[in-house]
Nanobody, 125 residues
Framework: QVQLVESGGGSVQAGGSLRLSCAAS????????MGWFRQAPGKEREGVAK???????TYADSVEGRFTISQDNAKNTLYLQMNNLKPEDTAMYYC???????????????????WGQGTQVTVSS
């Protein structure tokens, strides 16, 4: 049973920074990519950043240059460093993992089969 547990969310002012973590446990060794997604109230879930097992990364245009995704395989932990946060970054943030051959479908989330419970990020102006 794969479990993903996010942490690090909180409330910050615009221009501030947060670092999200996602601790993975269980049989996740065969994953091909992991990603961060977010969903704001009344909006669809959107892909924020993705990293594959070779450390290749992909970012949404809205966060490119501000967010950095990384992973520590020894700790089975995924990170999202968020700098220069904006009010429009306010959302619930989820980490997810995909173990098949559809990582290229990111930022779509349909093929990510493992999800955490989410951590709230609130950015005030």
């Amino acid at each position: 049973q794969v479990q993903l547990v996010e942490s690090g969310g909180g409330s910050v002012q615009a221009g501030g920074s947060l670092r999200l973590s996602c601790a993975a446990s269980g049989y996740i060794y065969n994953y091909n990519c992991m990603g961060w997604f977010r969903q704001a109230p009344g909006k669809e879930r959107e892909g924020v950043a993705k990293i594959d097992r070779y450390d290749s990364t992909t970012y949404a245009d809205s966060v490119e240059g501000r967010f950095t995704i990384s992973q520590d395989n020894a700790k089975n932990t995924l990170y999202l460093q968020m700098n220069n946060l904006k009010p429009e970054d306010t959302a619930m943030y989820y980490c997810a993992a995909h173990s098949g051959d559809y990582c290229y479908t990111f930022p779509r989330s349909a093929f990510f089969g493992y999800w955490g419970q989410g951590t709230q990020v609130t950015v005030s102006s």
